[in-house]
């Protein structure tokens, strides 16, 4: 596995990589790359002072993901357009997985929700995993674990090919998946009576997630359960679900039905991204 990590010299931007050291503890001759880039406006003496800091930094942190045996490479470049530089990297390097903290630095070159990371996202072809001040680790020698892995389908076969991933994961630390359907009101098939389709949701939701449930039992899976919600707003119904399962992990695809069910990225994976406390493993559903 080859894993891209986007840094920016912050602590909260080095708290992924607690994530990234479980990440790489099942994952025999893994590659990670730590990516850095300085904004295009500096002065040439001050891109060589921030590029001298950035090699001192990733060195120290090279040390400690060489306890896990993972060979590291750095690497720190000028860009005017640090999502683009991310995307780009990913792209140049071969990542299956971008890693990142969805903020870091205040000022000019913060790394936001709703900038950076959002924008990395939309552009990226490999599945990212993305953490918030919430779900980060400030401990420099800590390693994470996932206890239950959130898993939200919209019955759409573009949206269950996050499984395998959230599959792989949920193995490496013998976590619960739990599978969420939401139904939408005037979504053929729900009941028009919101109180009659609240409580049909779990009967769908079994119905429809059935052979998904299957497949993640064929891979190993022991500890997978079905839960059903009924909603106007999906990405709501996600976020109070990942609440009352007490979530570690949300896996879900970038987007998944078109038309009336507004599974697609825009809508659902952002919404959830900027509100979720839980990291998030994001696949693009193509």
């Not at 003496?45 to 896990?68: G, I, Q, S, Y």
């Not at 995307?87 to 140049?92: I, P, Q, S, W």
């Not at 070159?109 to 990212?128: D, F, I, N, Y």
Request: hydrophobic share 50%; aromatic share 2%.
């Amino acid at each position: 596995m080859k894993i891209l990590v986007p840094l920016d010299g912050s602590r909260l931007a080095d708290g992924i990589l607690a994530h990234v050291r479980r990440l790489v503890a099942e994952a025999p001759g893994a590659e990670v790359t730590l990516l850095q880039a300085l904004p295009a406006y500096l002065s040439d003496d001050e891109v060589a002072l921030r590029r001298h800091e950035a090699d001192e930094h990733h060195a120290a942190l090279r040390k400690l993901l060489a306890h896990e045996g993972v060979a590291v490479r750095s690497r720190v470049v000028v860009a005017a357009d640090p999502a683009e530089c991310v995307v780009d990297a990913a792209r140049d390097l071969g990542a299956d997985l971008i890693a990142l903290s969805t903020h870091g630095r205040s000022g000019p070159s913060r790394w936001l929700r709703g900038s950076v990371a959002e924008r990395v996202l939309r552009g990226a072809t490999v599945p990212v995993y993305t953490a918030n001040p919430q779900g980060l680790v400030m401990t420099d020698d800590a390693i994470v674990g996932w206890r239950r892995v959130l898993v939200p389908l919209d019955g759409s076969e573009r949206a269950t090919r996050v499984l395998a991933l959230a599959g792989r994961f949920a193995l490496s630390s013998d976590a619960e998946v739990v599978l969420l359907h939401v139904d939408e009101p005037e979504v053929p098939g729900v009941h028009p009576v919101p109180e009659v389709a609240a409580r049909k949701a779990q009967e769908r939701a079994e119905t429809a997630l059935a052979e998904a449930k299957e497949r993640l039992g064929r891979a190993g899976l022991q500890r997978v359960r079905v839960i059903g919600r009924y909603g106007a707003d999906p990405a709501a119904e996600v976020l109070e679900a990942a609440r009352e399962v007490d979530a570690d992990l949300i896996a879900i695809a970038s987007h998944g039905r078109t038309g009336l069910a507004r599974w697609r990225f825009g809508s659902v994976a952002e919404k959830v991204l900027r509100a979720a406390e839980a990291p998030l493993l994001i696949a693009r559903a193509v």
